[in-house]
């Protein structure tokens, strides 16, 4: 017979310090846990008797419930004595708490994210969250032009609430772990096409941008199928069923010209948009460094003429040697190295170097600020290509075009894997082709 117990599993605890309670499988030397949805504090919990203290606000409640599930869960054990493993068992003892709803599953997962400091990733998996929200919610008798600005406006009111400090991502979480209006049931091939319509129609999303949202949900059904909240006969993604396609899309970087009528920009000195034109042009000498990880270069990361750094999205490491234009732009700003906290540009000087959520949000501001002089900038040297951050890294792929060794670039554009960079660089190599064009049509 398996043995059965509750307990606290604190390898998962939140930051306001509360953990989930769990059904503890034990059997055959395996154990599975089966979460029951209550979290308690470490202060709050006996883990000899396997019960709440009285500390705890509802106490008398929560133990008489965990005694009810302790006695379900046993009662199965008993009737399935020998005959299943502890898999089997929690399979069957999940059903007790009741399945977790989609959204609950998935605000688990985005706190997880949270709590890892991958700030990115949770909060573009909420912005799904809440689109997915809008279409469950929609009335299709409403008409478009009213469904679209209703659903500007309640994300205008959500900013707006974040910006004042009176609403942020754990209250968003929160708000989800108790939104039972989708199950996983419900999610099969004809809700995703309906959803696809619903980003195309009244979200006006791109088709890289749809197929992010169905990488989440598949993420999401595969996490709920490991932990048995619903069977894999209900994955919508499996076989003839729906398939997600991303597509690929053409990178346009700067040439040598374009280049070139950047770097002879004359702006005010300290001016927004000064330091914009400064940041790109570092972000181009450094092999297209992404912009986030400029904001937060430090002048602890130059060594020997070196710069010396990890970057953010990968945790890959590498060292450059500063390029005689790089280095002309940085001396501007050493005279202001202690003011500006470490960093060499000003944007984080107001921040604590070890609150990573703050350095997230501002290096985030930084960039949309950067976004809006790029173009401005783009005028002045009547450059018609859309001007952004990250069409630096585009901008060194295009220059480098043939001429260096793919193994090198690899190493350049800090990719794990070098097909990759082949790919990548197969966005700016047209020799081949052009030749081939040539040899047909000008016979």
């Given at each position: 017979?398996?043995?059965?117990?509750?307990?606290?599993?604190?390898?998962?605890?939140?930051?306001?310090?509360?953990?989930?309670?769990?059904?503890?499988?034990?059997?055959?030397?395996?154990?599975?846990?089966?979460?029951?949805?209550?979290?308690?504090?470490?202060?709050?919990?006996?883990?000899?008797?396997?019960?709440?203290?009285?500390?705890?606000?509802?106490?008398?409640?929560?133990?008489?419930?965990?005694?009810?599930?302790?006695?379900?869960?046993?009662?199965?054990?008993?009737?399935?004595?020998?005959?299943?493993?502890?898999?089997?068992?929690?399979?069957?003892?999940?059903?007790?708490?009741?399945?977790?709803?989609?959204?609950?599953?998935?605000?688990?997962?985005?706190?997880?994210?949270?709590?890892?400091?991958?700030?990115?990733?949770?909060?573009?998996?909420?912005?799904?969250?809440?689109?997915?929200?809008?279409?469950?919610?929609?009335?299709?008798?409403?008409?478009?032009?009213?469904?679209?600005?209703?659903?500007?406006?309640?994300?205008?009111?959500?900013?707006?609430?974040?910006?004042?400090?009176?609403?942020?991502?754990?209250?968003?979480?929160?708000?989800?772990?108790?939104?039972?209006?989708?199950?996983?049931?419900?999610?099969?091939?004809?809700?995703?096409?309906?959803?696809?319509?619903?980003?195309?129609?009244?979200?006006?999303?791109?088709?890289?941008?749809?197929?992010?949202?169905?990488?989440?949900?598949?993420?999401?059904?595969?996490?709920?199928?490991?932990?048995?909240?619903?069977?894999?006969?209900?994955?919508?993604?499996?076989?003839?069923?729906?398939?997600?396609?991303?597509?690929?899309?053409?990178?346009?970087?700067?040439?040598?010209?374009?280049?070139?009528?950047?770097?002879?920009?004359?702006?005010?000195?300290?001016?927004?948009?000064?330091?914009?034109?400064?940041?790109?042009?570092?972000?181009?000498?450094?092999?297209?460094?992404?912009?986030?990880?400029?904001?937060?270069?430090?002048?602890?990361?130059?060594?020997?003429?070196?710069?010396?750094?990890?970057?953010?999205?990968?945790?890959?490491?590498?060292?450059?040697?500063?390029?005689?234009?790089?280095?002309?732009?940085?001396?501007?700003?050493?005279?202001?190295?202690?003011?500006?906290?470490?960093?060499?540009?000003?944007?984080?000087?107001?921040?604590?170097?070890?609150?990573?959520?703050?350095?997230?949000?501002?290096?985030?501001?930084?960039?949309?600020?950067?976004?809006?002089?790029?173009?401005?900038?783009?005028?002045?040297?009547?450059?018609?290509?859309?001007?952004?951050?990250?069409?630096?890294?585009?901008?060194?792929?295009?220059?480098?075009?043939?001429?260096?060794?793919?193994?090198?670039?690899?190493?350049?554009?800090?990719?794990?894997?070098?097909?990759?960079?082949?790919?990548?660089?197969?966005?700016?190599?047209?020799?081949?082709?052009?030749?081939?064009l040539d040899s047909v049509i000008n016979f």
């Amino acid at each position: 017979m398996a043995a059965i117990k509750i307990v606290r599993r604190k390898n998962k605890q939140r930051k306001d310090g509360t953990a989930p309670l769990a059904l503890r499988i034990s059997q055959d030397y395996k154990t599975n846990y089966c979460f029951i949805g209550q979290y308690v504090l470490e202060k709050d919990w006996d883990e000899e008797k396997c019960r709440v203290k009285r500390s705890h606000p509802n106490s008398k409640k929560l133990n008489n419930y965990l005694l009810k599930k302790m006695t379900e869960a046993n009662d199965i054990s008993f009737d399935v004595y020998n005959r299943i493993s502890s898999k089997e068992l929690k399979k069957k003892v999940v059903g007790l708490g009741g399945q977790k709803s989609f959204f609950a599953v998935a605000a688990e997962r985005i706190e997880n994210k949270y709590n890892q400091n991958i700030f990115s990733v949770a909060k573009s998996e909420l912005s799904i969250l809440y689109n997915i929200e809008e279409f469950v919610n929609l009335k299709s008798s409403s008409k478009k032009t009213d469904v679209i600005n209703a659903i500007k406006n309640r994300r205008k009111e959500r900013i707006s609430k974040g910006r004042k400090h009176e609403f942020n991502l754990l209250n968003a979480v929160e708000y989800f772990e108790k939104n039972k209006t989708l199950n996983f049931q419900d999610i099969d091939e004809t809700f995703i096409k309906k959803y696809k319509s619903f980003c195309t129609i009244y979200l006006k999303q791109k088709t890289r941008t749809i197929s992010n949202q169905l990488i989440f949900i598949r993420t999401l059904f595969n996490i709920a199928i490991k932990e048995n909240n619903i069977g894999a006969k209900f994955y919508p993604f499996a076989n003839e069923k729906e398939k997600i396609r991303i597509g690929s899309s053409n990178k346009i970087g700067l040439t040598i010209e374009e280049i070139e009528r950047i770097e002879t920009l004359n702006f005010e000195k300290l001016s927004s948009i000064w330091h914009t034109h400064n940041v790109w042009l570092i972000a181009f000498y450094f092999a297209g460094i992404r912009i986030s990880d400029i904001v937060q270069l430090k002048w602890s990361d130059f060594k020997n003429n070196r710069l010396f750094y990890v970057m953010n999205k990968n945790e890959k490491p590498i060292s450059l040697k500063i390029p005689d234009k790089a280095a002309v732009i940085l001396e501007n700003y050493k005279e202001n190295r202690k003011q500006n906290n470490g960093y060499v540009f000003p944007f984080l000087q107001n921040t604590d170097s070890n609150n990573t959520e703050d350095i997230f949000i501002k290096t985030r501001n930084a960039t949309k600020l950067f976004n809006k002089y790029l173009k401005r900038i783009a005028l002045q040297c009547n450059i018609k290509k859309n001007l952004t951050n990250h069409i630096a890294r585009h901008s060194f792929g295009n220059i480098a075009g043939d001429r260096i060794h793919p193994l090198m670039l690899q190493k350049l554009y800090r990719h794990s894997d070098l097909k990759t960079t082949l790919n990548y660089q197969a966005n700016f190599i047209h020799k081949e082709a052009d030749e081939a064009l040539d040899s047909v049509i000008n016979f």
